[in-house]
């Protein structure tokens, strides 16, 4: 059911005690703002009493109707829309209480309008001293008072019959007449695509579990692959790292040149040490030259007469010094 708000009037309804009309509410969200404390719970309060708070009732909560220290009659008048028709409300508390409701069919008074009221918004009569959310059915759940909108309440036993009764309906339906014939062929069909009559999966739900196997074995076969490539990767990356070492050590000229040195020096070296293996070889052949003269003078008449005309050596003097 829908109910769509259409006019607010209040007389003498807590603070409002000249008379306030709040009309012009259209389809969707209407949003009210307003300073604190200008009555904008005041107005929700009203709807409430309106539609579920019987106007005879005496108890506190209807006696918190009146202005502080007045004796006057609040007074709430309601149009709205319920089910696509127009209806009004206008219900009187305490002093000449009294109710009308205005419907497609005309006007009803009392208690004839109390339980119309009733029957069109699913709600049941409320004896509580102040307010039973659970008497106002379906409405109730959507019925958020101020510094409430956090709490949870569970539905009551007016929703839970009417949502029951509404499943019940529902299900009776599909299970007999023509909607069961058109929907049981189907249900069959795809039922027979999963599972065997005796409930053992079979055809598409066989072949899924194949291919889910198939696609588990695949997955694990990638991340194999996948922590082979990842190595892969660290081990490029690090000889990627070594070969950044070397081309700077090739970029850096400095060494370049010191090796180059090096290098001259290292011929200067080899050619001094030829050089100097060349001349022992000489010298070493000129020893033995002279060694093989010393040995047989003979072999040479001018070896000989140079031996002879050697002139004598001289005798060294002796110093005899006196003791």
Known sequence: MSLKIRRIALTNFRKFRDPFVLDGLTDGLNVIIEPNETGKSTLLEAMRAAFFIRH??????????????????????????????????????????????????????????ETQLQALLGARRDTSQAGDAAAHGALGLLWVGQAQALEVTPPGEIV????????????????????????????????????????????????????????????????????VLEQGFSDLEAARAKLKVLDRDL???????????????????????????????????????????????????????LSATRPPRLARPVRNDPA
Do not use: C
């Open 56 to 113: 005879n009732t005496a108890n506190r909560l209807a006696r918190s109707y009146a202005p502080h220290n007045e004796a006057v009659a609040p007074q709430i008048e309601i149009g709205f829309e319920a089910k696509g028709e127009q209806w009004k409300v206008n219900k009187r508390f305490l002093k000449g209480a009294s109710v009308e409701v205005h419907g497609p069919n005309g006007r009803a008074q009392g208690e004839d309008a």
């Open 251 to 305: 970029a850096d000229t400095t060494d370049a040149e010191r090796r180059k040195t090096l290098v001259g020096q290292i011929e200067v070296a080899r050619s001094a040490a030829q050089l100097r293996d060349t001349r022992r070889a000489e010298q070493g052949r000129l020893g033995d030259q002279v060694k093989t003269l010393e040995i047989s003078p003979r072999a040479s008449p001018m070896l000989g007469r």
């Open 160 to 227: 839970r019959d009417s949502v029951r009764a509404t499943l019940e309906a529902e299900v009776g339906t599909i299970m007999g007449g023509a909607a069961y014939q058109r929907v049981r062929p189907r249900i069959d069909s795809q039922f027979a695509d999963y599972w065997t009559n005796t409930g053992r999966p079979s055809g598409r739900q066989l072949a899924a579990r194949t291919e889910l196997d198939v696609a588990e074995w695949a997955a694990n076969e990638a991340v194999t692959r996948l922590a």
